[in-house]
């Protein structure tokens, strides 16, 4: 069974929805926990019910919102992808340190192919956990923010809040 909740949050309703260990399988910025189950892979699929509190998940998201911004560092995230770079790239992209963004280039050299910058790109486009894998840390060469699923503002929104904290 996965169970999902919906937390309020300055850059707007926040859901995210985890299985029974408590694994993030999918999270954004929206009050529709429909909108995040085409993000999750069809095998990690099951019956989803709303719950107010995800444990460890949903402290860190508080603890986060609070400040404390390495607090959903150690939450689990579990996602597949169709290849195995962009399943490398999303860990990689976990060891990006809040209030210190990386470009394209940089993070597909840190995933291990530095010339496979539009892998890189396509690992945050494909990425399903946001805020618990930051691909809101990653941005064009030129410090412009490129894409983010949720939407720009919220993207700077992350980012500041993480230079703040």
């Known amino acids: 069974m996965l169970r999902y909740t ?3 949050t300055p850059a707007g309703a926040f859901t995210l929805v985890v299985n029974a260990d408590g694994a993030v399988l999918a999270s954004g910025f929206t009050s529709e926990a429909a909108k995040l189950i085409p993000l ?13 509190d995800l444990g460890p998940a949903t402290d860190a998201v508080k603890s986060y919102l609070d ?25 990689v992209m976990r060891d990006i ?49 490129g894409g983010y699923r949720w939407g720009l503002p919220v993207k700077q929104w992350l980012l500041n809040h993480e230079f703040t904290a």
């Not at 996602?79 to 999303?90: K, L, N, P, Y």
């Not at 990425?127 to 691909?135: E, I």
Request: hydrophobic content about 40%; glycine content about 8%.
């Open 97 to 145: 340190k809040p209030g210190s963004p990386i470009d394209y280039s940089d993070f597909a050299g840190l995933a291990g192919r530095p010339l496979a910058i539009r892998g890189a790109a396509q690992a945050c486009a494909s990425n399903a956990a946001a805020l618990f894998v930051p691909c809101h840390r990653v941005q064009r060469k030129d410090g412009s923010l």
């Open 6 to 8: 919906t937390l309020p």
């Open 67 to 91: 400040g404390d911004v390495a607090a959903i560092d150690d939450v689990p995230v579990l996602q597949r992808s169709g290849g195995s770079f962009i399943t490398h790239a999303w860990r």
């Open 40 to 52: 999750i892979h069809r095998d990690l699929m099951d019956e989803l019910t709303p719950s107010p």
